[in-house]
């Protein structure tokens, strides 16, 4: 079963606006949260991330929000720019465990319109 | 900062053969590495986590006799497909993180391709 979920296979955005991406999870025991970006032919490159002592958290055009109790958590890209086109995956851990690997998402590609 | 490499890109080759992996940790020491495998429209699943000079820790249902993981020092881990069939064709991925409180950061990923 998918821990992780990223609903919206891909998401249209004039350049300019605001891009909201959505993550859902299952799992109550993930305490630590992170979005990451790729481009074709290449891994994943580390954007941003939350832990669950927070509900919000910011770097630069970059914001992510968490709500615990829905499970729920977004990333907001404002303003977009045509380089934000790309692969964004919704990642999820459990820290202080043994095995701290990253549940992903299927990712959502996103795709500025200019 | 934190640049992963990892070589080969793509790998062909013929069923039975064995294939070698590696992953390189470029401008920090890696203490933990990870690997994973996607398959089409999936997302990245966790295959192991190896610790510099300790065994692997693999996740469930993967075969630990046929992925062979070795993380001999602080910036390489090799993975090694051993007699590699067609259902083993796949996307591996690897990460690196320097310590727990850092973010992981991946590699470029190897296409391979067994025929």
């Known amino acids: 079963d998918q821990q992780v979920k990223q609903n919206s296979p891909s998401l249209s955005v004039q350049e300019g606006r605001i891009s909201i991406l959505n993550c859902d999870y299952t799992n109550s025991m993930f305490d630590y949260f992170l979005w990451y970006k790729k481009y074709p032919a290449e891994g994943p490159t580390f954007l941003i991330s939350i832990s669950s002592i927070k509900d919000k958290n910011e770097d630069g055009r970059f914001t992510v929000f968490l709500n615990k109790s829905a499970k729920h958590l977004s990333l907001h890209i404002v303003p977009s720019q045509p380089g934000d086109s790309a692969v964004y995956f919704c990642a999820a851990k459990v820290t202080g465990g043994g095995a701290d690997g990253l549940t992903f998402g299927k990712g959502t590609h996103l795709i500025i319109q200019p | 900062g934190a640049v992963v490499s990892q070589h080969p890109s793509w790998v062909i080759c013929k069923s039975g053969t064995s294939v070698k992996i590696e992953c390189r940790s470029l401008d920090f020491q890696a203490t933990t590495m990870f690997w994973y495998r996607q398959f089409p429209k999936q997302s990245l699943m966790l295959m192991a986590t190896?610790?510099?000079?300790?065994?692997?820790?693999?996740e469930q249902g993967v075969e630990k006799d046929k992925f062979l993981i070795n993380h001999a020092s602080l910036t390489l881990s090799t993975l090694t497909v051993t007699s590699a069939h067609p259902e083993d064709s796949s996307f591996y991925i690897c990460?690196?993180?320097?310590?727990?409180?850092?973010?992981?950061?991946f590699g470029d990923g190897t296409r391979l391709s067994i025929l």
């Open positions: 990460s690196a993180r320097a310590d727990r409180d850092q973010p992981q950061h």
């Open positions: 190896s610790n510099e000079g300790s065994k692997a820790t693999y």
